[in-house]
């Protein structure tokens, strides 16, 4: 079965978008570089919500992403995509698709499906919904040295706990930390009873 992983890039303080929903502050470098390359030949998925959708399309549809790593761009690009929002009018980034609503039961056939994982990049919004649900198979964040000190957090919706196990951490020589979670259903299935 594909896995769902989320990846996100977040600060010290827990935001994954400055308040103006900016990015500028990601902290890159070579290792980070090869890193996301490792994870992104996992996957041949992406979803997003609408504003990650938007800001991503442009980024990487544009000169923007000219001094980007090719393989990143390809990616990017060729990827399908699946963008889901109520408002956005089509999505006409190359193979990308627009669902109107979450249907859990929607997500749980696309893991079922033939292929290679799927990653959910930024889209706090998702993120928070696909967490209610136990679909989410694994976390990965990767920290950077950064305090904003105001932003976009990444599981604002979330009204329950959501128990996770620590599966690994590695530090990059630029001050990231990846810090990888699962979900503890042992944990989630203890407090049920």
């Known amino acids: 079965m594909r896995k769902i992983i989320v990846l996100e890039w977040i600060t ?11 990015v500028d502050w990601m902290v890159w470098g070579a290792e980070v570089v090869e890193y996301a390359k490792e994870i992104y030949a996992t996957a041949d998925t992406v979803l997003y919500g ?5 800001g991503m399309k442009n980024h990487w549809t544009t000169a923007a992403s000219a001094g980007e790593d090719p393989e990143i761009v390809d990616f990017m690009n ?5 963008v889901f929002s109520k408002s956005l009018e089509k999505a006409d980034w190359q193979n990308s698709e627009l669902v109107r609503e979450i249907d859990p039961a929607e997500i749980a056939a696309l893991k079922e499906r033939p292929g290679r994982d799927i990653l959910l990049l930024g889209s706090g919004s998702v993120v928070s919904r696909l967490a209610k649900t136990g679909l989410i198979d694994e976390y990965k964040f990767l920290v950077n040295p950064v305090v904003l000190g105001r932003g976009k957090t990444l599981f604002q919706s979330i ?10 951490t ?22 049920e009873s």
């Not at 060729?78 to 699946?82: D, G, L, N, Q």
């Not at 020589?173 to 979670?181: E, I, K, P, Q």
């Open 12 to 22: 010290l303080d827990g935001f994954f978008a400055g308040a103006d929903g900016g």
């Open 50 to 54: 609408k504003t990650t959708y938007e």
């Open 78 to 82: 060729r990827t399908h995509k699946i």
């Open 159 to 168: 009204e329950n706990s959501v128990k996770l196990e620590h599966s690994s």
């Open 170 to 191: 590695e530090t990059f020589s630029n001050g990231n930390v990846l810090l990888c979670y699962r979900p503890d259903k042992k944990r989630a299935d203890n407090e």
